[in-house]
């Protein structure tokens, strides 16, 4: 069965391909697994191992009352990656998953090989890391998730088709409202998180591994390169795009993360 136990958590995950590379790829707030489903065959017919992970509360992963933050779901991703013995990995996150696997490349090298953040939320300046406490406070003061769901239409392009934007609002009412409230307070809230600005800049640059970083916002992929060691990590931007740009535009995402992927080969060997 595809369920492995971490910590008490019982973890949904897939497990496609015989590569020698493999890939982990970890989706975002309120979303599952689903998210990658434009990836998975390509990345397998590329010569790829990828396994794609529900994380705790997500999806159809057990649901506990606590461990929603960045650091202990990298530890939930790191320890289903060493109970699959799939040794170092390539690391891809979309959004909260940006978070996930940063911190996995951070506090667990050792088990990443490269890092691929999808239009990542960390580093926001100051206006927007307001923002988001404050949708903390209004999901904990009225306990309803309209402005939740006005959040994620925001993220939307114009050009996002119509069933993703129903696909991505039906996710979010499926996922548990403690979830979603403790997950997104633990970015907004605990010490020593990365969601602002000064927070990502003290943390971020511990990435020792190459990381490739697709931004929709041109400022955040620039601020983003400042962060970067490695001189195989680079930050691109795709401008008139949705959040969910690896669905919106598959091919091009696809080809764009298996050419970078290709070219570290020298370097991870």
Do not use: K
Request: aromatic share 8%.
């Amino acid at each position: 069965m595809p369920f492995v136990d971490v910590g008490g958590v019982e973890q949904f995950y897939t497990d496609d391909g015989d590569g020698e590379e493999p890939i982990v790829l970890v989706h975002g707030w309120g979303c599952d697994s689903h998210d990658w489903i434009w990836q998975i065959d390509p990345f397998v017919a590329a010569g790829h191992r990828v396994v794609a992970v529900d994380l705790r509360g997500h999806g159809r992963s057990s649901v506990p009352t606590a461990g929603y933050d960045p650091r202990q779901l990298a530890s939930d991703v790191g320890a289903l990656a060493r109970q699959l013995g799939l040794g170092p990995v390539v690391a891809m996150g979309h959004s909260l998953g940006g978070f996930v696997v940063s911190a996995l490349a951070i506090e667990h090298p050792e088990s990443v090989r490269a890092v691929v953040a999808v239009d990542p939320g960390y580093g926001r300046d100051d206006a927007l890391f307001d923002l988001a406490a404050a949708l903390v406070q209004s999901l904990a003061d009225s306990r309803d998730l309209g402005p939740a769901l006005q959040a994620f239409e925001q993220m939307d392009s114009p050009a996002t088709p119509a069933a993703l934007r129903v696909w991505h609002r039906r996710r979010l009412l499926g996922t548990p409202f403690e979830v979603l409230l403790q997950s997104l307070r633990a970015l907004s809230e605990q010490d020593g998180e990365f969601f602002s600005r000064t927070g990502a800049e003290s943390y971020l640059p511990r990435r020792r591994c190459p990381v490739l970083s697709i931004q929709t916002s041109a400022d955040q992929a620039a601020w983003e390169q400042t962060t970067m060691g490695h001189p195989c990590s680079t930050a691109v931007t795709w401008p008139d795009v949705g959040h969910w740009l690896h669905q919106e535009r598959p091919d091009s995402f696809n080809r764009l993360v298996l050419e970078w992927i290709d070219r570290l080969r020298p370097f991870m060997a």
